[in-house]
């Protein structure tokens, strides 16, 4: 089992920290998004799971804090805005999805 406290790993604005990657499975990333920054409108080739561990986000239409859980389908577009200086875990899986340029065709 491997396991981590979300709030004390150590992952620095602009340098996500992968926690765990398995190929078919998932990747699990730890992301650090400073208030007023964005991750602009985007499309991923896996579902998109994203959890708010700290501060306040815009995420998909709604805005919250520590307990916002979104999930978004292969290749939906979303956005991630921080109102305060955030601290988000997203899921990606299954990865890589089809269509990703690191997957096996």
Known sequence: MEHWDLKTVDVQPH???I???????????LINLPAGESMQEHQV???AY?????GEVELGGQTGGPGLA?????R???AVTARSD????LVLA???GDGHPGARD
Not at 70 to 74: G, M
Request: hydrophobic content about 40%.
């Open 45 to 47: 080739h896996e579902r």
């Open 94 to 96: 299954p990865w890589p």
């Open 70 to 74: 979104a999930v978004f389908d292969p």
């Open 76 to 78: 939906e577009r979303h």
């Open 19 to 29: 926690l765990h990657s398995a190929r078919g499975e998932a990747r699990s990333i």
């Open 86 to 89: 955030a601290r988000l875990l």
């Open 50 to 54: 994203v959890v708010v561990i700290e």
């Open 15 to 17: 340098q996500p920290k």
